[in-house]
C-alpha cells in the first residue's frame, strides 16, 4: 500500500466558509489517524473580500513543509480557484458547484481551465445547501460531503468535527450544517458511484497521546504558560498578535497579567523590568518591532538582565510584507543593536519546537541573565500541525536563577567576574544585596567606569556567558548517512522541514546527501558544525532570505565557500526546489 | 487551390471525442496554426477506439492498448480536451454553446462529432434498466465485472458489435445464446441469406442461436440472474445485451434549429445549414446528390474520413463526402457496408 | 566653572556628611555642585525615611542624563535603562512584584522628547508608580541643548539665535492625560518634596511630580536659582486638589505654583 501524500486545498472568497471547510478536513483526517500538515492564506486587508485559500498536506507520514502541487481542489469561488488550477497536479480532482447563479463565461470558468486529467465533480453546492437548510450558507458543508463521499472517507470522521465546530451556535445550527454535509455525501455516492477514487486508507486506531492541531503561535504560548510566564506586555503587529490574543484570556487565569503597551519599546521596557524583579517575562513582535526594541535589547546584554523576545519573521524590509514568510532578520536578532551586544538566539523548525524551545528560552534567559530571541517565522507560526498534546518538562518552571551567596551580602559584587561568566544575581526586595544595573559599562560592583582594562574584561565575561551557553542550548542535529557525503545541506527555522524532505528524497534515489538541523542560531555549535562541514564536500545553505544571513553566520566554519539555495517569494520554500538544486549540484539529472 | 482563411481570434469547437472528433481537430491544427481548438465530450474517457473493445473484454488486448492517444497528443498540437463536460444547447445564431454546469462556450466554428448511443428498439424499452449495452469503455467495464459472476449470456438483436462480443464471451468460456431479429442488424440491412448464413455460423461456434424469436419478458430473479421468455422459450441466464445499433446522439440539439431526423442532416459538405456548423461521424446524415438521399456512415474509417472533410470544409473548403465502401470479415461472415438505402 | 576647587571639595565633604543622604551609596552621584538634583535627592530620601521603607524594597528606574544617574547615588536597587524608557521599564518592575515601591525617575529631555509617548499611558492606566521629573529645561549631560521645556528664545550653541518652539507644560501634560495624582515642587524646597512624595507612594496609582530644579553649569539665563527663587511659589490656600477643573485653570494660569495640584479621588 503506497503511502498516502496528497494536498487538498478548499478555495473561495471571504464569507465562503472557506476556513471552516478547511478547518473541518484537518480535524476529521486527524481524527483519522492521519497525519495533517495545513497552512492557510487570508486577504491581506481586512475588508470582507478577497481570496481565502487553505492548504492541507494529509497522509500517513509526519511532514513539515508543503509542496507548490495540489491534489485536490474544493472551489466554493470559481474565480479565485482560477489561480489555483496551475497548481494541480496532473490527476487530480476539482469539486466545484456546476448550478451557478448566472451563466459563466468561458473565460472565468473553472471547468474550461483544467487539464483533462483532472476528475471534475459538479455539485450544486448552492441548490443542495438550500434543500438541506434552507439558505446557501451551508455550501461549504455540501462541497465537504462530497470530497468525503468521492475520497470514502468515513462520515463519523467529519460529522463528530462538524458538531464540535458549530457548537457554540446553538443545535438548530448544528443539525442545518450536519444535513448539508449529508446531502453532499448523498448526492456524490449517486453521482459519481463510478468515479469514486481509492478509497483513503485509515490506519488501524492506536493508544497513546491526545493528537491536537496545533499553530505555531498556539504552540508558542502554551510554552510560555508552562514555563511559568508571569507577565507579557505587547504591541499587535502580524503575525505575532495570536500569541497576545490567547494569552489575554489565560494568563489572568494562571495568576498573570497581560498589558498591551504603547508600542514596542514599552514592550521589551516592561519585559526586562518584569524579570529585573524577577518574574518570567515575554514579549512577542515582527521585524520592525523588533527592530524598535534593539536598543532595549543591548541594555538586557550590557546590563545582564533576562528577557525572553519572540520574533516572528516576515517579510521585510521595513513593513515588508506583513502576511508573507521570510527568514531575514537573523542578522538583526543576533547582533542588532549597538555594541558587542551578541545574544542567545534560537530557532524552532516545528510546532512542537515552538513549545519546548520557548520553554526553553526561560530558563536560558533566567540562568545566563541574558535577553534570548526565538525567531520564528510567518509559516510556522500560522500553520497547524497534528501532534501529540505536548508535555512540558519536569524542569520548565524551576527557577534557573543563580542566587548569590548568603554570605556574600556586604562584599556583593553584582557583576562579579567568574569562570562561567555568570555572576550571582540578586532580585529587588532581597536585602543585603543593593545595587543598580546600568546600559553603561560598568565595573563589578555596577558603578559606571570606561577604563580600558575594565572594559575588556566585562566584554569578555559578558561573552563568555554565552560560551558556557552552548552547553545548554540543543545542539545541532543530523540526519547523515554514515560517512562521507558529497552534499550537506543546512537549514534553520521551518526551511528545515523543507530541507529535511528534500535530502530524504535525495538519499531515496541513492545519492550521498545529508541534512543538518541548528536550531541554536546564536552562539552556535562550531565544533559539531566544522565536525559535519568536514564529512561533506559541498554545503548548502538554503533559507529565505536573500543574501543568505545563516551562511553568513556559520559558513566560515567550511574548508571551501558554501552554496547557497535564497529564496524572497514570500512564500515556503518547497522541498521540490531543494531537491532539484541537490539535483543540479551533484550534476544528476531529474528523472 | 482554396485559400485558407486568417485565423487569430478563431475558436473551433469539437463536441465528441471519438474518431471523427479527433480527425478534425487534428486537421484544423495541421491546417491552421493559430487557431484557439478545443474538443468537448460529454465522456470522462480520453481517446480510444470503440472497435478494440470487444478484444479488452475478451483479455486479448490489454486496457491501455485500447486507448488511440495519450494526453501528450492534445498538449503537443495544442488542442484543449475538456473531458466529462456535457453541451446541453447550441445557439447558432449567438455561435455559443452552453454546457451542462452553466458555462457558455463562444466559437467561431463548430463541428458536431457526437456519435452515437445504443438503440433499444420501442417493445424492449421496458426492460430497458435490465439490459446491458454495449458501447462506451464505462459499459465495456461493467461487463467484465459482471463476467465474473455469471456464466451464460443472452445476446438480443444482432447488430455487427454483437457479433465481436459473442466472440469475446466465446473465447471466456460463456453460455451464449442469440436471439437474432431481422432487423437487428441495423444500419446495415442485409438479404435474408446472408442472415441466415450469420445465424449458421454462430451456431458452428456453439451459439444457441434462437432464430426469428421475440422478446417477450425480461425478469430479474436477483442481481446476476434473469428469466427471459423468447416466444415460447422460457430458460434462465447470468446477463441479458441488447445490440440494435445506434442512434445518433443529438437529443440536445432538438431545440437548436438544427434539422435532425435518424441524425444531423447536413450536405454533401457536411455542412448542417448554419454556416461555420459542420457534423461528421455516426451522428450525421449525408445527402447524396445521387441516390437523392441520405446516407449513415459506420465504422471508424468512415467516421475518421468525414472528420476529416468536415474540418476542412469549416476552412473553406468544398470536398463532397463520399462513404467508403468497405467488407468487414467477421469470422467468415461478410457485410458489405457501403453506401445504402435506408427506410 | 567659578568656584575654587578646594570650596568644592569642602562642598561635596559637606554633603557626603549630611544625614540627609542616608539613602545613598558609597560613590557620590557626577552632578556639579549647587545642581538642584542633591534638593530632590534630599526630598526623596526624607520621603522614604518619613514611610519607613527598607532599603532593599525600593526600585528607582531612570532614563539617560543626569537625572539618570540618580540610581548610583541613592542606596537603593536601580535600573539605569535607555533614553525615555524609565515608566515602561518602572511598570514591569511594578507588577513583577508589587511589594516593592518603584520610583522613576528622569529629566525634562528623557521624559518629554524621547520619553514623550510613554506618560500619556502610564498616566492614563493609572500605573502605581511615582514618577519624579527633574525638569531643568536643558540637557546637560550633552552639555547644554535646549529641552522640551526650553522657552522660546534659549539661546545654546545649537540654536544660536535663540529657539522657536514653545515649551511643553510638563504639569499640564500630565493633568490632561489623566494621570490621578499630579505635583508641581521646586528643588530648593525638599521638605515639600518629601511631604508630597510620601502622599504620593502612598496614593493607589500613577503619581506625578514635576520638579523645578536649575542646571548651574549650563543655563544661565531662564532657570537659575535666583529667578526660580523668584518665580516659585505655594499654591494659593484655597485650592481644592481633587477639583480637576480647578486644577486644569490653576495650571493654565500659574507656571509656578507648587504643592498638591490635583489628587484623584481625595
Known amino acids: 500500500m503506497p503511502k498516502l501524500d496528497i494536498t487538498v486545498e478548499v478555495c473561495g472568497m471571504a464569507g465562503d466558509g472557506t476556513i471552516a471547510a478547511g478547518g473541518l478536513i484537518n480535524e476529521g483526517m486527524s481524527r483519522g489517524g492521519l497525519s495533517v500538515l495545513a497552512f492557510d492564506s487570508y486577504p491581506a486587508e481586512i475588508r470582507g473580500f478577497g481570496r481565502c485559500v487553505t492548504r492541507s498536506r494529509i497522509g500517513h507520514e509526519r511532514r513539515t513543509a508543503l509542496e507548490e502541487h495540489t491534489h485536490v481542489l474544493i472551489s466554493l469561488n470559481d474565480e479565485q480557484s482560477l489561480s489555483r488550477v496551475p497548481f494541480l497536479t496532473e490527476h487530480s480532482a476539482v469539486f466545484f458547484d456546476n448550478q451557478p447563479p448566472t451563466l459563466v463565461p468561458e473565460?472565468?470558468?473553472?471547468?474550461?481551465h483544467v487539464e483533462p486529467a483532472t476528475a471534475l465533480f459538479g455539485m450544486p453546492f448552492t441548490d443542495l445547501a438550500a434543500q438541506a437548510a434552507g439558505s446557501d450558507r451551508g455550501r461549504n458543508l455540501v462541497a465537504l460531503g462530497g470530497f468525503a463521499a468521492v475520497f470514502q472517507v468515513p462520515s463519523e470522521l467529519f460529522e463528530p468535527a462538524i458538531v464540535k465546530k458549530f457548537k457554540s451556535k446553538g443545535q438548530k445550527v448544528v443539525e442545518s450544517n450536519v444535513r448539508c454535509f449529508q446531502a453532499g455525501v448523498a448526492?456524490?455516492?449517486?453521482?459519481?458511484?463510478?468515479?469514486?477514487w481509492d478509497p483513503v486508507s485509515f490506519p488501524p486506531p492506536k493508544e497513546g497521546?491526545?493528537?491536537?492541531?496545533?499553530?505555531?503561535?498556539?504552540?508558542?504560548?502554551?510554552g510560555a504558560l508552562d514555563a511559568g510566564l508571569h507577565l507579557y506586555f505587547g504591541y499587535p503587529i502580524t503575525p505575532a498578535t495570536p500569541i497576545m490574543e490567547y494569552l489575554a484570556k489565560r494568563l489572568p487565569e494562571r495568576g498573570?497579567?497581560?498589558?498591551?503597551?504603547?508600542?514596542?519599546?514599552?514592550?521589551?521596557?516592561?519585559?526586562?523590568?518584569?524579570?529585573?524583579?524577577?518574574?518570567r517575562s515575554m514579549t512577542a513582535t515582527s521585524g520592525p518591532g523588533f527592530a524598535l526594541m534593539t536598543e532595549l535589547i543591548t541594555h538586557g546584554v550590557m546590563s545582564e538582565t533576562p528577557a525572553v523576545i519572540i520574533n516572528a519573521q516576515r517579510g521585510g524590509p521595513a513593513t515588508g510584507l506583513p502576511t508573507k514568510t521570510e527568514q531575514s532578520d537573523l542578522h538583526a536578532a543576533v547582533f542588532g543593536g549597538p555594541g558587542d551586544s551578541a545574544r542567545i538566539v534560537i530557532a524552532p523548525t516545528d510546532v512542537p519546537e515552538c513549545y519546548h524551545l520557548t520553554i526553553k528560552s526561560f530558563q536560558?534567559?533566567?540562568?545566563?541573565?541574558?535577553?534570548?530571541?526565538?525567531?520564528?517565522?510567518?509559516?510556522?507560526?500560522?500553520?497547524v500541525e497534528s501532534v501529540p498534546l505536548p508535555v512540558a518538562e519536569d524542569d520548565a518552571r524551576k527557577d534557573m536563577t543563580v542566587y548569590p551567596d548568603p554570605d556574600a551580602k556586604e562584599r556583593y559584587r553584582r557583576f562579579k567576574i567568574t569562570e562561567s561568566g555568570i555572576s550571582p544575581r540578586a532580585l529587588p526586595g532581597m536585602e543585603g544585596y543593593i545595587f543598580a544595573a546600568t546600559g553603561l559599562e560598568h565595573t563589578e560592583k555596577g558603578l559606571p567606569d570606561y577604563t580600558p582594562e575594565n572594559h575588556s574584561k566585562m566584554t569578555e565575561k559578558r561573552y563568555r556567558k554565552l560560551r558556557s551557553a552552548l552547553e545548554d542550548l540543543p545542539s545541532p542535529v543530523e540526519h547523515t548517512p554514515r560517512g562521507r557525503v558529497d552534499l550537506g545541506v543546512i537549514g534553520w527555522g521551518s526551511n528545515f522541514g523543507s530541507v529535511h524532505e528534500a535530502v530524504n528524497r535525495a538519499c531515496e534515489r541513492g545519492l550521498k546527501v545529508g541534512a543538518l538541523k541548528l536550531t541554536a542560531i546564536y552562539p552556535y555549535h562550531e565544533d559539531a558544525i566544522r565536525d559535519f562541514m568536514s564529512r561533506c564536500d559541498e554545503i548548502l545553505i538554503a533559507e529565505l532570505n536573500f543574501e543568505g544571513q545563516l551562511a553568513n553566520l556559520v559558513g566560515h566554519l567550511h574548508r571551501k565557500e558554501v552554496l547557497r539555495l535564497n529564496r524572497v517569494t514570500g512564500l515556503p520554500m518547497p522541498p521540490s526546489v531543494i531537491y532539484k538544486k541537490i539535483l543540479e549540484i551533484l550534476g544528476e539529472t531529474d528523472s | 487551390m482554396k485559400k485558407v482563411r486568417a485565423m487569430h481570434d478563431e475558436h473551433f469547437v469539437i463536441i465528441g471525442n471519438g474518431p471523427a472528433g479527433n480527425q478534425a481537430a487534428l486537421t484544423l491544427r495541421q491546417k491552421v496554426p493559430e487557431a484557439r481548438i478545443t474538443m468537448i465530450s460529454a465522456e470522462h474517457e480520453r481517446f480510444y477506439r470503440p472497435h478494440l473493445l470487444p478484444d479488452f473484454v475478451a483479455g486479448t488486448i490489454p486496457e491501455n492498448e485500447v486507448y488511440a492517444a495519450a494526453l501528450e497528443h492534445y498538449r503537443t498540437h495544442r488542442i484543449k480536451l475538456r473531458l466529462g463536460q456535457r453541451v446541453v444547447a447550441v445557439d447558432f445564431s449567438k455561435r455559443n454553446l452552453l454546457l451542462e454546469h452553466k458555462e457558455t462556450v463562444r466559437f467561431s466554428g463548430l463541428i458536431l462529432a457526437v456519435g452515437g448511443k445504443p438503440r433499444i428498439p420501442e417493445p424492449l424499452l421496458v426492460f430497458r434498466d435490465l439490459l446491458l449495452t454495449f458501447k462506451t469503455f464505462s459499459d465495456a467495464r461493467k461487463w467484465i465485472e459482471r463476467l465474473h459472476r455469471v456464466d451464460s449470456v443472452l445476446i438480443v438483436g444482432g447488430d455487427l458489435t454483437s457479433l465481436a462480443v459473442t466472440k469475446a464471451l466465446l473465447r471466456l468460456g460463456k453460455e451464449v445464446r442469440f436471439v437474432l431479429n431481422e432487423d437487428a442488424f441495423r444500419p446495415v440491412r442485409c438479404k435474408p441469406e446472408v442472415f441466415q448464413e450469420a445465424a449458421h455460423r454462430l451456431s458452428l461456434q456453439g451459439v444457441k442461436v434462437l432464430e426469428g424469436r421475440k422478446?417477450?419478458?425480461?425478469?430479474?430473479?436477483?442481481?446476476?440472474?434473469?428469466?427471459?421468455?423468447?416466444?415460447?422459450?422460457?430458460?434462465?441466464?447470468?446477463?441479458?445485451g441488447a445490440f440494435f445499433g445506434l442512434v445518433p446522439h443529438v437529443r440536445f440539439l432538438a431545440r437548436s434549429g438544427l434539422t435532425i431526423e435518424r441524425g444531423v442532416l447536413v450536405d454533401e459538405t457536411l455542412n448542417t445549414g448554419f454556416e461555420g456548423v459542420y457534423a461528421a461521424g455516426d451522428c450525421a446524415q449525408v445527402y447524396h446528390t445521387h441516390i437523392r438521399d441520405y446516407w449513415v456512415s459506420i465504422g471508424h474509417d468512415n467516421a475518421v474520413s468525414l472528420g476529416r472533410i468536415a474540418a476542412l470544409n469549416l476552412l473553406g473548403e468544398k470536398m463532397k463526402a463520399e462513404p467508403k465502401g468497405e467488407t468487414i470479415l467477421c469470422d467468415d461472415v461478410r457485410v458489405n457496408t457501403s453506401w445504402w438505402r435506408d427506410f | 566653572m567659578k568656584t575654587p576647587g578646594p570650596v568644592l571639595a569642602e562642598q561635596v565633604k559637606r554633603i557626603e556628611d549630611s544625614e540627609l543622604f542616608s539613602f545613598r551609596s558609597g560613590r557620590l552621584p557626577i552632578w556639579c555642585p549647587g545642581c538642584g538634583y542633591f534638593g530632590i535627592h534630599a526630598g526623596i530620601n526624607a520621603a522614604l525615611k518619613q514611610l519607613g521603607i527598607p532599603h532593599h524594597k525600593v526600585v528607582v528606574v531612570s532614563g539617560i542624563g543626569c537625572a539618570g544617574r540618580y540610581p548610583f547615588f541613592s542606596n537603593t536597587y536601580g535600573?539605569?535603562?535607555?533614553?525615555?524608557?524609565?515608566?515602561p521599564v518602572a511598570t514591569g518592575v511594578k507588577f513583577a512584584n508589587p511589594e516593592l515601591t518603584v520610583l522613576a525617575v528622569g529629566g525634562d529631555g528623557d521624559g518629554l522628547g524621547i520619553g514623550g509617548g510613554h506618560l500619556p499611558h502610564a498616566s492614563r492606566k493609572d500605573i502605581n508608580i511615582?514618577?519624579?521629573?527633574?525638569?531643568?529645561?536643558?540637557?546637560?549631560?550633552?552639555?547644554?541643548?535646549?529641552s522640551p521645556s526650553s522657552p522660546a528664545g534659549f539661546k545654546t550653541k545649537v540654536s544660536p539665535s535663540g529657539t522657536v518652539e514653545r515649551p511643553l507644560n510638563a504639569t499640564l501634560m500630565a493633568l490632561s492625560y489623566g494621570a490621578s495624582f499630579v505635583a508641581r515642587l521646586f528643588a530648593g524646597e525638599p521638605r515639600l518634596i518629601g511631604e508630597i512624595l510620601a502622599k504620593g507612594i502612598r496614593h493607589p496609582g500613577f503619581s506625578f511630580l514635576h520638579v523645578y530644579t536649575s542646571c548651574v553649569t549650563f543655563d544661565k539665563q531662564y532657570k537659575t536659582w535666583d529667578h526660580l527663587k523668584e518665580w516659585v511659589h505655594p499654591i494659593p490656600e484655597g485650592h481644592n486638589p481633587s477639583d480637576f477643573r480647578a486644577a486644569m485653570d490653576l495650571v493654565l494660569d500659574d507656571d509656578f505654583a507648587t504643592g498638591l495640584i490635583y489628587q484623584r479621588g481625595k
Do not use: W
Open chain 3, 130 to 146: 511615582s514618577y519624579v521629573l527633574f525638569d531643568n529645561s536643558i540637557y546637560g549631560l550633552t552639555k547644554g541643548q535646549p
Open chain 3, 79 to 87: 535600573l539605569h535603562t535607555t533614553h525615555g524608557r524609565s515608566l
Open chain 1, 256 to 279: 498573570g497579567r497581560l498589558m498591551q503597551m504603547e508600542d514596542e519599546i514599552a514592550s521589551i521596557g516592561g519585559v526586562l523590568g518584569g524579570f529585573f524583579a524577577g518574574k
Open chain 1, 107 to 112: 473565460e472565468s470558468s473553472l471547468a474550461a
Open chain 1, 364 to 383: 536560558l534567559a533566567e540562568k545566563y541573565q541574558i535577553p534570548v530571541i526565538v525567531l520564528t517565522d510567518f509559516f510556522l507560526d500560522n500553520r
Open chain 2, 215 to 240: 422478446l417477450r419478458s425480461v425478469t430479474r430473479i436477483n442481481e446476476d440472474l434473469f428469466e427471459v421468455t423468447a416466444d415460447r422459450e422460457r430458460f434462465r441466464v447470468g446477463l441479458v
Open chain 1, 187 to 196: 448526492y456524490a455516492l449517486e453521482r459519481f458511484s463510478e468515479r469514486l
Open chain 1, 209 to 222: 497521546p491526545e493528537i491536537v492541531m496545533l499553530s505555531g503561535n498556539t504552540a508558542i504560548a502554551e
